[in-house]
């Protein structure tokens, strides 16, 4: 692998490592955490952005990008999961073909991934690949399938969530109802071009008051339009003050406990239980519960039944 040339943001060199750490193979582990280690520690921010399908996140992202670099020596990773089918398994990618930035700019990337039907938002890849692009690059950002009451896992791998509505999306109990108020730590109308924006506009804060009626100060709402470019500067230039709110620590230890759950289940839980197997990174966690569980099973199955 090399990794000068990643360092570089060589898209090519860069998109050979992110395959690593979308490898499931439990041999690609050791590569993983290699690249890692020579890789050293992460000073990157990521960002979230989800919200509703047909908000224009993929669109909206598509200026974001541009209006980052534009007035800053920053680079920006775009990793963005869409949605695959239930019946065949396959997805469209079709951020991608929304999402268009300059091929000869090297601190701008882009890379789709298909959550795999999963829920929770986020691919089952998504938080690994995010390992590597945060030592590469100073701004990522996920881009999930959506929100609602089952997708929360990018409240926890992201710095800062942002929430993308349109307007007529909705009144404040269907706001209420969707279980989305409580995740994002800022709001942002998109379509503001539209006449009925500033009925919705209203509509959001007051379901702000009502929903987080003890915060002293409720969060920001944005509005842009992806259309016309009206409020993006402000939208970017929010982002890049954003401050990291994990440690890399905090994060192996959810999605740890998340891989643990898809794979095993209760099961999985059980044997966690009083062992302390994130003591050396997540790659050798995973690696260490792969051998202990089938010792624990088997051991488990020959105690006497009283």
Same mark, same amino acid.
């Given at each position: 692998m090399n990794l000068d040339a990643a360092r570089a943001l060589n898209k090519h060199a860069v998109s050979k490592l992110v395959a690593v750490f979308e490898d499931t193979r439990p041999a690609a582990a050791a590569q993983r955490a290699q690249i890692l280690d020579e890789l050293g520690p992460s000073t990157a921010r990521v960002i979230g952005i989800t919200g509703t399908p047909g908000a224009g996140k993929s669109s909206l992202v598509a200026r974001l990008v541009p209006a980052m670099l534009a007035d800053s020596d920053l680079s920006v990773a775009v990793l963005a999961v869409d949605p695959a089918s239930h019946v065949s398994g396959g997805a469209l990618l079709g951020d991608r073909t929304r999402t268009r930035f300059a091929t000869g700019e090297r601190r701008s990337y882009f890379r789709s991934q298909s959550n795999?039907?999963?829920?929770?938002?986020?691919?089952?890849?998504?938080?690994?690949?995010?390992?590597?692009?945060?030592?590469?690059?100073?701004?990522?950002?996920?881009?999930?399938?959506?929100?609602?009451?089952?997708?929360?896992?990018?409240?926890?791998?992201?710095?800062?969530?942002?929430?993308?509505?349109?307007?007529?999306?909705?009144?404040?109990?269907?706001?209420?109802?969707?279980?989305?108020?409580?995740?994002?730590?800022?709001f942002v109308l998109n379509k503001c071009d539209d006449p009925a924006a500033g009925q919705s506009y209203y509509q959001l804060r007051s379901s702000l008051s009502l929903a987080r009626p003890f915060d002293e100060d409720l969060p920001a709402i944005?509005? !842009?339009?992806? =259309?016309?470019? $009206? +409020?993006? &500067?402000? #939208?970017?230039?929010?982002?890049?003050?954003? %401050?990291? /709110? @994990?440690?890399?620590?905090?994060?192996?230890?959810?999605?740890?406990?998340?891989?643990?759950?898809?794979?095993?289940?209760? !099961?999985?839980? =059980?044997?966690? $239980? +009083?062992? &302390?197997? #994130?003591?050396?990174?997540?790659?050798?966690? %995973?690696? /260490? @519960?792969?051998?202990?569980?089938?010792?624990?099973?088997?051991?488990?199955?020959?105690?006497?039944?009283?």
């Open positions: 795999a039907a999963e829920l929770g938002g986020l691919a089952p890849t998504t938080f690994q690949v995010s390992r590597l692009l945060k030592r590469l690059f100073d701004v990522v950002i996920v881009e999930t399938v959506g929100i609602g009451q089952s997708e929360l896992d990018i409240r926890y791998l992201a710095d800062h969530v942002y929430l993308v509505l349109q307007p007529l999306g909705g009144d404040e109990i269907q706001f209420l109802k969707a279980g989305i108020i409580e995740i994002p730590d800022s944005y509005k !842009t339009s992806a =259309r016309t470019g $009206e +409020g993006v &500067d402000e #939208l970017a230039a929010s982002m890049l003050k954003v %401050q990291t /709110r @994990f440690a890399d620590s905090d994060r192996e230890r959810y999605f740890f406990g998340r891989w643990v759950e898809d794979e095993w289940g209760a !099961t999985g839980r =059980r044997f966690c $239980e +009083g062992r &302390d197997l #994130l003591t050396d990174g997540f790659d050798p966690a %995973q690696a /260490r @519960f792969d051998e202990g569980i089938l010792d624990w099973l088997l051991k488990a199955r020959s105690k006497p039944v009283d």
